[in-house]
């Protein structure tokens, strides 16, 4: 699959946020008030349920938002092409879901395919899935980390393009996975940051499994 760089920079990022909302303040803050030399800026903040940090985080940023609630959708299809619809209408080049605790559908894909960054708790294809931190720790891995990859219809299968590891040490029991799962956040807001920017900056190539960035045109 081969993937344009945005069409001209910076480049629009639609992001979708369930929670906390840290990784979205991290692109924030990494934009600034200059989003040519980032390469990208936010457009829209889209979000699964309404009253989260994240989307207040969004509001204070004076960004435009929109919630997609999927049981105010009579089937999850619905739901898909609703958030589809909500999402292009701000013409995004890149769509990142930092935080977003849904799986998007057929729909969504179809439109966004190759544009939709995800980034996980864990360093996969180990710990997929809504509890990465909690897996990993009951695994009793001693090495853990984060992943920012490409959507793919898969449950975070998607390409690779960038991980950091974090350490498990012996003072992470199974029921510290909050304090582990915070020394993750700390290293995945960067390796978030910094891979949009890469990608919306310089352009990138997937091939089949394989995320070539800054390829372009080669
Ligand atoms: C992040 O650690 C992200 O990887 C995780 O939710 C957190 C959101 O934090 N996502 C998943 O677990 C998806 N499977 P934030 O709301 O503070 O950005």
Redesign the pocket.
């Given at each position: 699959m081969a993937s344009p760089p945005p069409s001209a920079p910076p480049a629009r990022l639609v992001v979708l946020?369930?929670?906390?909302?840290?990784?979205?303040?991290?692109l924030l803050d990494a934009i600034g008030d200059d989003p040519e030399g980032y390469g990208a800026q936010v457009v829209a903040v889209g979000a699964d349920r309404p009253g989260t940090?994240?989307l207040e985080r969004a509001e204070r940023a004076g960004l435009p938002t929109f919630v997609c609630r999927v049981r105010e959708h009579a089937t999850r299809e619905e739901w898909d092409a609703a958030l589809t619809a909500a999402t292009a209408a701000h013409r995004p080049d890149l769509v990142v879901?930092?935080?977003?605790?849904k799986i998007v559908g057929k729909r969504f894909l179809a439109e966004f395919g190759g544009r939709v960054v995800?980034?996980?708790?864990a360093l996969l294809p180990s710990f997929?899935?809504?509890?990465?931190?909690r897996d990993a720790l009951a695994y009793g891995v001693k090495v853990t980390g984060?992943t920012v990859h490409f959507v793919d219809d898969g449950v975070?299968t998607g390409p690779i393009i960038a991980q950091s590891a974090v350490e498990v040490t012996e003072e992470d029991t199974p029921e510290g996975e909050a304090a582990l799962?915070e020394r993750?956040?700390e290293v995945?807001?960067k390796l978030l940051v910094e891979a949009v920017g890469r990608l919306a900056r310089d352009g990138y190539r997937i091939e089949g499994r394989k995320v070539h960035l800054g390829h372009v045109g080669e």
């Open positions: 946020v369930s929670g906390s909302g840290t990784n979205l303040q991290a940090v994240g879901s930092a935080g977003f605790m995800n980034t996980h708790p997929p899935g809504a509890h990465g931190v984060c975070d799962h993750i956040k995945e807001r």
